[in-house]
């Protein structure tokens, strides 16, 4: 981001169209993405500290002025707003009006891009530094035809790019390049364009195609998916799960649901399997779903001697049925002997099956304590296991 020399920025927001191709009663930069309109969610994008923008002016319909005004008592960034005029061209000239001659940079952005790519700004900003002006664009890559009745002739499309805004420039340039303008009476889509007709150069950086300009109710029903993905993320959650068992069972050793033939087992209400249990209170308490002691007690007489994968797979579903999946886990085995590392991949494959996720996405590790405690002393085996859980989508497939 931007040093402490940073330039003297400001930021003007066209919207003060009326969207008529997107149609509707409430003019476009008005109308809410996800509760938020597109004006406010344009000027916000300009507000973190990181960007260095010291002041913002709006263009808006005339009719809008009072609501626009509103925004500056909850904006971090002094917020200024202005009619705007017939054309996009004389909303910004508008803007310029507000904007003090100490500002050196000026970032013009349409209220009708909501997904610009804020990782572009400090190349936006340093390339307009150095040669007067830059602009995001997209590499246009569909191939192109002049169509004129059924005679479709492909058009080279080497040296085209789609081009989008923020677009920004030396202050003094834009400035003049407006005054010509209206001398001149252009009206031009976009400012690089008034900027190329005094003779100065702009440069593209690269964006992303998420930046598209919203035109048309099909423009407006892909930025209501991408607003809703981009504003409800999978919200994770982590549980940490522990458990040992004292070793001197009849055996044989079971650990990660795997058989161990020749060990001396541990002992336990089920099968001792300390792994498996750890799994189990990590993904419970990842749920916040107390604990395997609270649905599985051990004086249960149904859990005697059972299968610990069973504990598993119950804690699955009960996971499921509180609208949770699981996605990951990760697990630490705690023995001095016997040597874990050979049954590492069967422990990894006999888990995932059982949560029903991939096997990378499961590991278990093993360690001893170097004779230590009771691990060392080898009276037992311990286990930790985080486990992460996502909440299952709707309609997702599970
Ligand atoms: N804009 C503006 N003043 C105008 C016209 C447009 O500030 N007189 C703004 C729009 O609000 C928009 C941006 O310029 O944020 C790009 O224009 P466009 O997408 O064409 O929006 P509209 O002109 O509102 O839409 P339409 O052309 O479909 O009427
Ligand atoms: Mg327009």
Redesign the pocket.
């Known amino acids: 981001m931007a040093t402490p020399t940073s330039p003297r920025i400001a930021v003007i ?10 149609g509707g009663d409430i ?3 008005w109308r809410l993405l996800n509760g938020q309109s ?1 004006v406010e969610r344009a000027w916000r994008s300009f507000c973190p500290a990181s960007l260095h923008v010291e002041r913002i002016v709006l ?1 808006v319909d005339a009719g809008y002025l009072p609501a626009a005004l509103e925004f500056a008592s909850t904006s971090l960034v002094p917020l200024h707003a202005v009619a ?5 061209t ?3 000239r508008n803007a310029l009006r507000e904007i003090p001659d100490s500002i050196e940079i000026i970032a013009v952005h ?4 909501p997904f610009w790519p804020v990782e572009i700004w400090d190349n936006l900003i340093n390339t307009a530094l150095r040669i007067g002006g830059s602009v995001p664009a997209v590499a246009v890559s569909d191939t192109l035809k002049r169509v004129q009745g059924s005679s479709l002739e492909t058009v080279d499309r080497a040296g085209l790019w789609a081009v989008q805004t923020p677009q920004v420039f030396r202050a003094d340039l834009l400035r003049r390049a407006h005054e010509a303008g209206q001398r001149e009476g252009i009206d031009a ?1 976009d400012d690089a364009e008034l900027v190329r007709r005094i003779g100065s150069a702009t440069e593209v950086v690269p964006s992303t195609a998420a930046n598209f ?3 048309t109710a099909a423009d407006w029903a892909l930025a209501e998916q991408l607003a809703g993905l981009g504003e409800a993320p999978m919200p994770m959650r982590i549980g940490f799960g522990y458990d040992a068992h004292r070793l001197g069972g009849p055996g044989p050793l079971m650990l990660g649901g795997v058989r161990f033939a020749d060990s001396g087992g541990l002992i336990g209400h089920s099968d001792g399997d300390a792994l498996l249990h750890a799994l189990c209170d990590a993904l419970l308490g990842a749920a916040a779903l107390r604990d395997i002691g609270h649905h599985f007690p051990p004086d249960d007489p149904r859990l005697k001697g059972c299968d610990s994968r069973e504990l598993v797979r119950e804690t699955v579903r009960l996971l499921r049925d509180a609208g949770f999946a699981p996605a990951q886990a990760d697990a630490t085995v705690l023995a001095e002997r016997p040597r874990l590392a050979p049954h590492i991949t069967a422990m990894c494959t006999t888990i995932a099956a059982d949560l029903g996720i991939d096997p990378g996405c499961v590991s278990v590790k093993a360690t001893t304590t170097e004779g230590m405690g009771f691990v060392g002393r080898g009276e037992g085996i311990a286990a930790q296991v985080v486990a992460t859980i996502l909440p299952i989508r709707q309609g997702a497939p599970q």
Do not use: M, N, W
Request: glycine fraction near 12%; hydrophobic fraction near 40%.
């Open positions: 927001i066209a919207a003060a169209g009326s969207g008529e191709r997107l003019p476009k930069p597109l263009a705007g005029g017939a054309t996009r004389a909303s910004v349409d209220a009708a891009r889509t300009k919203i035109t």
